[in-house]
């Protein structure tokens, strides 16, 4: 089977979709099939064991042609084509059939970076309210897209309601859990022996990683750190948000309690993981968090909002604790909990329960189950 991949990013960028592709294209050859991959970028293309074509960001309408023009000569010689970004310049492709990836609504996510609507818009309300025709016109494409894919493959069944939602047949859209490759495991550390090897005190710790955009929540975090008055706050990540935060935390007293990590490598990150009490993701959307999966795997329970793909990942009372959201009030009462007793060491104890679902092995073989099945119909 010829396969070709089309996406927005791609390794070394960051971005779960750039990670997921490096991992997963190498298994895709290994049962035997061909792969040629196009993205956007600048990064190298020698060294991998596929075809990889990378279209420089110049200047938006000539990378988009640039990017169509290559596309439709790859998409006439594959058996398939397996999109993993919306809002791609595929045209033609005749009546090759197409996989598509969704991890989140980029209808939603370009009308808050444009300034369309609120930052703060909840996108589950986004999915039912009216917006002006610039917002429409982008959830239109986001819904042509779904409803033209062959197969529709998600990370949740949160977003497959979601999908579903703009109109894609129920019986194309396939749950595929993100998972982590065996190698990604976390240091083989216990959590003093990662303290110590960061240069960490004893005090209770807080880890939050995101991009530092609105819809993370970290704002609400640092808002109630007062309630836990003896615990430090870790914020790795960057983002256009960061020097807003940064003088967040002056304005509300705690610029000594928070330490900004910046963006961390994988194999410094595993260490924190391992070396903080707490995973906190109080973000307004998820699909299916990496990083709430990663702390789970290193024994940290998770501190997690009610909302996305967040409760298939964390049972309250068993793992960690759901938080509604956004209910500042509630969070501060569920961090005061958190660091009460011996609930920290029940949740500790208990978060390996149910990764099994997320294993790498299954991932590998429902997706390769999908791209074959859509050439077999």
Known sequence: ????????????????????????????????????????????MDGYPYLLRRIPRRALPLRWADYARVAWGEMRRADVVFVNSLGLPLIGGGDVPRVLKVVGDRAWERAVNRGWIAPTEDIDAFQQRRYPWRVRLAQAQRAREVCRADCVIVPSRYLRDMVIGWGAPPERVHI????LPPDAASANLGQAEARAALGLGTEPLLLTVARLVPWKGIDHLIRVLPAVPEARLLIAGDG???????????????????????????????????????????????????????????????????????????????????????????????????????????????????????AWATLVEQTMAVLESVCTS
Do not use: W
């Open 240 to 358: 256009p948000d960061e020097a807003r935060l940064q003088a967040l935390t002056v304005s509300e007293g705690v610029g000594e309690r928070v330490t900004f990590l910046g963006r961390l490598a994988r194999e410094q990150l595993a260490l924190y993981f391992r070396a903080v009490d707490y995973t906190v993701l109080y973000s307004g959307y998820e699909g299916l968090s990496h990083v709430a999966l990663e702390s789970l795997r290193a024994g940290t329970p998770v501190i997690a909002s009610d909302k996305g793909g967040n409760p298939e990942l964390v049972t309250h009372g068993v793992n960690g604790l759901l938080v509604p959201y956004p209910d500042p009030a509630a969070l501060a009462e569920t961090l005061r909990f958190a660091f009460s007793g011996d609930t920290r060491a029940r949740l500790a104890a208990h978060t390996g329960d149910g990764l099994d679902r997320f």
């Open 176 to 179: 595929i859990y993100n998972a």
């Open 1 to 44: 089977m010829r396969i070709f991949v089309a996406s927005g990013i791609f390794h070394p960028e960051s971005g779960g979709p750039a990670t997921y592709l490096y991992r997963l294209l190498p298994e895709v050859q290994a049962h035997g099939h061909t792969v040629r991959v196009l993205t956007f970028g600048e990064g190298p």
